[in-house]
C-alpha cells in the first residue's frame, strides 16, 4: 500500500473503533437489536406519564399488565380518552 492510501486506512479503522466503542445503548427512544423500537417500553413509559397526569383516577397497574400481556400493541396516550378509558376509574374515597 502507498503512503496515502495506508494513511486513509489507519484513519478509518481508527474512526469506525471510536464509533462503535462510542455508541452505548440510550433508553430514549427505546431502540431494540433489530433496530426496530422497543414498543413495550414505550407503552409503559405512557402508563407512568398518564399515571402522573391523572393520579388515582388512573389505574397505572392495570395499563402496564395490558402492556405486557398484549406486547405493546395498544399504546396509552394521554390525550387520546378512547386509548386509556379501560385504565381510569371514578376513584371513590
Given at each position: 500500500?502507498?503512503?496515502?492510501?495506508?494513511?486513509?486506512?489507519?484513519?478509518?479503522?481508527?474512526?469506525?473503533?471510536?464509533?462503535?466503542?462510542?455508541?452505548?445503548?440510550?433508553?430514549?427512544?427505546?431502540?431494540?437489536?433489530?433496530?426496530?423500537y422497543d414498543i413495550v417500553g414505550i407503552c409503559?413509559?405512557n402508563c407512568a406519564q398518564c399515571k402522573k397526569m391523572f393520579g388515582g383516577f388512573?389505574?397505572?397497574?392495570?395499563?402496564?399488565?395490558?402492556?405486557?400481556?398484549?406486547?405493546?400493541?395498544?399504546?396509552?396516550?394521554?390525550?387520546?380518552?378512547?386509548?386509556?378509558?379501560?385504565?381510569?376509574?371514578?376513584?371513590?374515597?
Amino acid at each position: 500500500m502507498s503512503s496515502p492510501k495506508l494513511l486513509i486506512f489507519i484513519t478509518f479503522i481508527i474512526a469506525a473503533a471510536f464509533l462503535i466503542d462510542n455508541s452505548s445503548a440510550s433508553p430514549y427512544p427505546s431502540l431494540d437489536l433489530f433496530g426496530g423500537y422497543d414498543i413495550v417500553g414505550i407503552c409503559l413509559k405512557n402508563c407512568a406519564q398518564c399515571k402522573k397526569m391523572f393520579g388515582g383516577f388512573f389505574e397505572g397497574q392495570l395499563c402496564a399488565e395490558s402492556c405486557v400481556k398484549f406486547k405493546g400493541k395498544v399504546i396509552p396516550d394521554c390525550e387520546d380518552l378512547a386509548s386509556i378509558a379501560p385504565f381510569l376509574n371514578t376513584k371513590e374515597e
